[in-house]
């Protein structure tokens, strides 16, 4: 034990004390940043005055504080690296499309600065220990180089998990440099090398003629070049992290319109700990909601200045679990980020949307406000005859359902609404839920529960609600860069033939507006063998001739094993849908408990939907309004030097790229121009990608759009953010109702 033993042991506890420390550091705030690097530079100097001391000693006890000050030099390399003292300026995610060599270029250059002082460090450490017989230090720094070198390429040019939960927060864009893909052949070469390192340190360890230096200082090394080798597996093994690490490592993200997954940063441990700590309690009692909540950064000034409980308070729980406090750290977290949502309480007037009543809450009058960012994007929700179909359905059949759809809640609107539904997509059936969320979850979770060790493809960007339901139906997942078919072929092919694999995606995303490569997709599916699943939700009644969607646009809904819907947006009304053939349609009915065990949609929701879906099937009229009012709202916007993100569908986001300025932004155009448009920041977006997106409907006019364009360059001049060079692109309507007119010079008048 002594010999062998302690140092295995001594290894393994600072090992895992100095990594727990720069997981902790790491996930403080970037403003923690001071503080955080006094400290560690503090740790350096020491760690190299001990470094010195300890050169000449060759007793064991040497080796052990040789190998700690290496340790400790190594740790401050990685907290100024992971605080952005070293990463240097460049903080920019790589571009989707860019070439490999040049996504490894980037990767490289954002990483440089950190490359330099671990160089510098390491000349450092060569020059103090050059005569010292005693180099256990400068060997611990070197293996861990090593190693960490060799994580690197590993990342970058590819392995199938990348393990990104562990990446910490500050790091989150150096994911867009890596490439996920089957096993890398470096991968086996880096870690049979580093095998070899660890036996061979561990045969001299076990020398006959080793004195006690050398088996204390040999096994300490190769105890750590095992600890790093494990580390490395975790880029490749499939492990589920969540279940591993307490704090709640990895989650998804959450809210309406988030599409993407958020990884371990985003709901930093130490966050967790935190707030733990604050509350009196033990990290392991933290209910699993709030671990789970996505979180990106933390404030710990604002964290810590919580108003202390009061005793009533205080008294809700156990002396030494303090209930509130956990709630109000979530709270105040999300404040410090400029991330806590303030509701705007509007009053719809179905006549004249998009115009509504906004009620401020420290004024005692409503003021009349425009809504630029509805979903419901065709103003079908205020229709006569949708609003009508609703109230006749309301008198004849009460407000209610009146149960499950086993328990009498199977009413007959319901059962026209999914035959008109099914008619819309050309499938056999269709079932209704509550919610385009509760029909992703139930739909995905059922029909991959269903097959047999299937495989979930999924798009990177897609919804919450898909992401949910692949988690649910606890089968393997594989993300596919966004919208990225190549690198969906290259799952598909090493998935193999025979493997079950659903493919599920979106066909526009409602963030980006960008839309998915449906056809693409579909003859991928068939190639390989694949089931798919698409989500039209920001898609149906807008698009395709009878508002089937993009799938019916491009005419290739046959070809989709599943469509799914929502009736809440182009449809105005509330509730999801999914059509497929009769067979799956009668599985979902018959597994899934989110659709078995609640409640069905009330008749006046199905028949007012019912009508908004046969009305859209035979008029085009609101269709080819809204492609107008979406080409115009592009045109006045980049015509005013707008910075919109270009994108070929009806969704028109404006880049403001800051939490704090779009938030401004937002309550700018409501406060003192009468606009409503709700800022888009993190988790819905990246960071650094923070935008107002507009969403115009063919309810809104020219005059609205003046408006808008005069209100927006006022807010654009007041907060200083950057304008575009002003860009006239001709108006382009296909097959418009009414003949393209630009307001070029109205709207620039307007906004001077
Ligand atoms: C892509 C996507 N799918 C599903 C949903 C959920 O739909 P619903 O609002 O009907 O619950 C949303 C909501 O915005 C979405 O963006």
Request: glycine fraction near 8%.
């Amino acid at each position: 034990m002594t010999t062998f033993g302690l140092p295995i042991l001594y290894t393994i506890l600072l090992w895992w004390f100095s990594t727990g420390v720069i997981l902790y550091l790491d996930g403080l705030d970037r403003r923690t940043f001071i503080w955080s690097m006094s400290g560690s530079t503090v740790l350096l100097g020491v760690s190299l005055w001990g470094l010195t001391l300890s050169s000449g000693d060759t007793s064991a006890w040497g080796a052990f504080q040789a190998f700690a000050c290496g340790l400790a030099i190594w740790g401050w390399q990685l907290v100024s690296f992971y605080m952005g003292y070293i990463t240097g300026p460049r903080k920019v995610a790589s571009d989707a499309n860019i070439t490999r060599r040049r996504r490894f270029s980037q990767a490289v250059a954002a990483c440089l600065y950190h490359e330099l002082t671990v160089c510098g460090s390491a000349a450092v450490l060569i020059v103090l220990t050059w005569d010292a017989s005693n180099k256990m230090g400068l060997w611990t720094f070197l293996l861990l180089w090593g190693m960490h070198q060799s994580a690197k390429f590993n990342i970058f040019l590819g392995v199938p998990n990348l393990g990104e939960a562990l990446l910490p927060q500050h790091l989150r864009y150096l994911q867009s440099f890596m490439t996920k893909k089957p096993m890398n052949p470096l991968f086996p070469v880096s870690v049979t090398v580093s095998t070899v390192i660890t036996l061979l340190l561990a045969q001299k360890a076990i020398a006959t003629d080793a004195t006690a230096f050398d088996a204390a200082g040999y096994t300490i090394l190769a105890t750590l070049m095992v600890l790093a080798i494990a580390e490395h597996w975790f880029l490749v093994t499939p492990i589920d992290l969540n279940g591993l690490w307490t704090f709640g490592v990895k989650t998804e993200s959450t809210d309406t319109p988030t599409n993407r997954e958020i990884t371990m940063g985003d709901q930093p441990s130490n966050i967790v700990s935190l707030c733990t700590r604050q509350a009196g309690g033990e990290a392991g009692l933290l209910p699993a909601s709030v671990a789970h909540r996505s979180v990106e950064t933390q404030d710990p000034q604002n964290v810590t200045r919580f108003k202390p409980m009061t005793t009533s308070e205080s008294d809700m729980g156990s002396p030494t679990i303090k209930y509130q406090q956990y709630f109000e750290c979530a709270i105040a977290r999300l404040k410090a980020e400029n991330r806590y949502r303030v509701f705007a309480d509007l009053e719809r007037d179905a006549a004249a949307f998009p115009v509504a009543l906004w009620r401020p809450d420290d004024e005692a009058e409503p003021r009349e406000v425009t809504i630029w960012c509805s979903n419901d994007y065709l103003g079908m929700g205020g229709k006569a005859e949708v609003v009508g179909a609703a109230v006749r359905a309301a008198q004849r059949h009460g407000a209610g359902a009146g149960g499950t759809r086993n328990i009498s809640g199977t009413h007959h609107p319901i059962v026209e609404l999914e035959a008109e539904l099914a008619d819309l997509h050309g499938k056999e059936a269709a079932l209704a839920f509550t919610s385009g969320w509760i029909s992703n979850l139930a739909s995905i979770s059922t029909i991959a529960g269903l097959l047999p060790k299937c495989l979930i493809l999924t798009d990177a960007l897609n919804h919450n609600s898909m992401i949910e339901g692949i988690r649910r139906s606890g089968c393997e997942k594989q993300l596919w860069r966004h919208n990225d078919v190549a690198h969906l072929e290259e799952l598909l092919i090493a998935a193999g033939q025979d493997r079950a694999k659903l493919i599920v995606f979106e066909s526009l995303y409602s963030m980006d507006g960008d839309i998915a490569p449906v056809a693409e997709i579909a003859r991928l599916a068939k190639k390989y063998n694949a089931m798919t699943y698409v989500d039209e939700v920001h898609a149906v009644g807008m698009y395709g001739s009878r508002g089937g969607g993009i799938c019916e646009r491009e005419g290739i809904m046959d070809q989709i094993d599943v469509i799914e819907g929502t009736l809440a947006k182009g449809f105005g009304t509330l509730g999801g849908y999914i059509t497929a053939s009769s067979i799956i349609i009668d599985a979902v009915r018959s597994y899934a408990p989110q659709f078995i065990f609640t409640t069905t949609l009330p008749p006046m929701v199905a028949a007012s939907a019912c009508a908004a879906v046969r009305h859209l099937k035979a008029s085009s009229e609101e269709r080819t309004r809204h492609q107008y009012m979406a080409a115009l709202t592009k045109h006045a916007l980049r015509a005013a030097g707008l910075p919109i993100l270009e994108n070929s569908s009806h969704i028109v986001p404006l880049m403001v790229c800051d939490a704090s300025l779009c938030k401004a932004a937002s309550d700018m155009l409501l406060k003192r121009h009468a606009i409503y448009i709700q800022p888009i920041n993190y988790p819905t977006v990246e960071i650094g990608t923070e935008r107002l997106r507009i969403t115009p409907t063919p309810r809104h006019n020219e005059a609205h759009l003046v408006e808008l364009v005069e209100a927006l360059v006022d807010v654009w001049k007041t907060l200083g953010l950057p304008f575009n060079e002003a860009e006239i692109i001709p108006l382009r309507i296909n097959k418009a109702a009414e003949p393209a007119r630009c307001t070029f010079s109205d709207l620039k008048q307007a906004a001077e």
